[in-house]
């Protein structure tokens, strides 16, 4: 069955940097596009970073252009985001999630239980 | 990248239907044929409970149905059963790789 499993949350202080994780079991993950998913304590869902299943693109919100960067290792079967410069209001639990077609960007079918990283002085 | 409106509550009694509104422009939910809709209950994960406007995931009772006119997307739910009480979020392909969501609406079932 599918696995989607999440580490690297903590609590950081701003302006540092944080490396999440995802492994993902179950399913091809070569042939998905994968994206974060992120939520706010309390707040909403908002999606954060893509890319392909071929590692060749990745798109980003405008809240973190210039300071995330989504990765993959298809042969750790892994999906990571490098974070940097982070700010108070990066403050949320953050999902691996994984989509329901094979190189679609859309329709999340699969959730990781999430991380939470928490950006505290 | 503005988050797609949804209304903050809505609410009803079992039995009947509701129907949450998501409305975004045609660069997002007008433009393209992949809304989709979240269920999340307190604590949990979101759930997948439409996909590309209309399409139900198998699992996913038949009262769930979606639909699209012009650049607002709805979801409705008939009836109504007191595990639906839940947050709802929509969510749309806004291309070239990008994906927005709705800011959420809380059903509560009375």
């Known amino acids: 069955q599918v696995q989607l499993v999440e ?4 609590v950081v202080q701003p302006g540092g940097s944080l490396r999440l994780s995802c492994a993902a079991s179950g399913f091809f993950f070569s042939n998905y596009d994968m994206s974060w998913v992120r939520q706010a304590p ?6 954060v970073a893509v890319i392909t299943y071929d590692g060749t693109t990745e798109n980003y919100a405008d809240s973190v252009k210039g300071r995330f960067t989504i990765s993959r290792d298809k042969s750790k079967n892994t999906l990571y985001l490098q974070m940097h410069s982070l700010r108070a209001e990066d403050t ?7 989509p329901r077609a094979e190189m679609s960007t859309v329709n999340f079918d699969f959730w990781g239980q999430g991380t939470l990283v928490a950006v505290s002085s | 990248q503005s988050a797609l409106t949804q209304p903050r509550s809505v609410s009803g009694s079992p039995g009947q239907s509701v129907t949450i509104s998501c409305t975004g422009s045609t660069s997002d939910v007008g433009g393209y044929g992949y809304v989709s809709w979240y ?4 604590g949990k994960t979101p759930q997948l409970m439409i996909y590309d406007v209309t399409k139900r995931p198998s699992g996913v009772p038949d009262r769930f149905s979606g639909s699209k006119s012009g650049n607002t997307a709805s979801l409705t739910i008939s009836g109504l059963q007191a595990e639906d009480e839940a947050q709802y979020y929509c969510c749309s392909y806004a291309g070239s790789y990008t994906v927005i969501f709705g800011g959420g609406t809380k059903l509560t079932v009375l």
């Open chain 1, 7 to 10: 580490s690297g949350g903590g």
């Open chain 1, 92 to 98: 949320a639990v953050y999902y691996c999630v994984k």
């Open chain 1, 42 to 47: 309390g707040k909403g869902l908002e999606w």
């Open chain 2, 39 to 42: 269920q999340q209950h307190p």
